[in-house]
T-cell receptor
Framework: EAGVTQFPSHSVIEKGQTVTLRCDPISGHDNLYWYRRVMGKEIKFLLHFVKESKQDESGMPNNRFLAERTGGTYSTLKVQPAELEDSGVYFC????????????????FGPGTRLLVL | AQKITQTQPGMFVQEKEAVTLDCTYDTSDPSYGLFWYKQPSSGEMIFLIYQGSYDQQNATEGRYSLNFQKARKSANLVISASQLGDSAMYFCAMRGGLNRDDKIIFGKGTRLHILP
């Protein structure tokens, strides 16, 4: 079974440009999460999709960030326009949606996209 | 508010020795879950071990065990017989509340170096 994949693995852009990150979750996983780690800081939650619906977007830093998950499959995270402080590693994670069963369901993470804004 | 604290930014350990990575947490939720993830230099986040707040026994997964002390709000990761491949960043994390789909909150991580 393929894991969570993210594209691109690295992106270097100039301030003011637009970047779109893509995440393909594990097949069949309804939950999809975006996280970000800025240099030296904790990994921080950005938002959570259940299928195509945004369940929780409390971690989105501002309206320059737009996440979509059309059709409930892959997701994109667009940053427009990018600022210097957006540099960091963006992780995507997915998990199956369970209404019963073990509480311990973990989230499966992708390898991350390293974004550098110059 | 929920918080994870990892006080060791870096550790150096001789190969084959046991390692304890510290983690304390803070939450007001009566039900929560604690996780440890490993991030090698390749960048992916690898799930290692889980401990539920109501679990009576400490979790174990191969060479990994979680020393769960609920009253002290600590969830230290113990790696027995360390190997060179254990060199990586280790993150302690928590999911609070009853909803098993909730977001995970991470600590800042501990970078572990295993010396030959």
């Amino acid at each position: 079974e393929a894991g969570v994949t993210q594209f691109p693995s690295h992106s270097v852009i100039e301030k003011g440009q637009t970047v779109t990150l893509r995440c393909d979750p594990i097949s069949g996983h309804d939950n999809l999460y975006w996280y970000r780690r800025v240099m030296g800081k904790e990994i921080k939650f950005l938002l959570h999709f259940v299928k195509e619906s945004k369940q929780d977007e409390s971690g989105m830093p501002n309206n320059r960030f737009l996440a979509e998950r059309t059709g409930g499959t892959y997701s994109t995270l667009k940053v427009q326009p990018a600022e210097l402080e957006d540099s960091g590693v963006y992780f995507c994670a997915s998990s199956p949606r369970r209404v019963a069963g073990p509480y311990q369901e973990t989230q499966y993470f992708g390898p991350g996209t390293r974004l550098l804004v110059l | 508010a929920q918080k994870i604290t990892q006080t060791q930014p870096g550790m150096f350990v001789q190969e084959k020795e046991a390692v304890t990575l510290d983690c304390t947490y803070d939450t007001s939720d009566p039900s929560y879950g604690l996780f440890w993830y490993k991030q090698p230099s390749s960048g992916e986040m690898i799930f290692l071990i889980y401990q539920g707040s109501y679990d009576q026994q400490n979790a174990t997964e191969g060479r990994y065990s979680l020393n769960f002390q609920k009253a002290r709000k600590s969830a230290n990761l113990v790696i027995s017989a360390s190997q060179l491949g254990d060199s990586a960043m280790y993150f302690c994390a928590m999911r609070g509340g009853l909803n098993r789909d909730d977001k995970i909150i991470f600590g800042k991580g501990t970078r572990l170096h295993i010396l030959p």
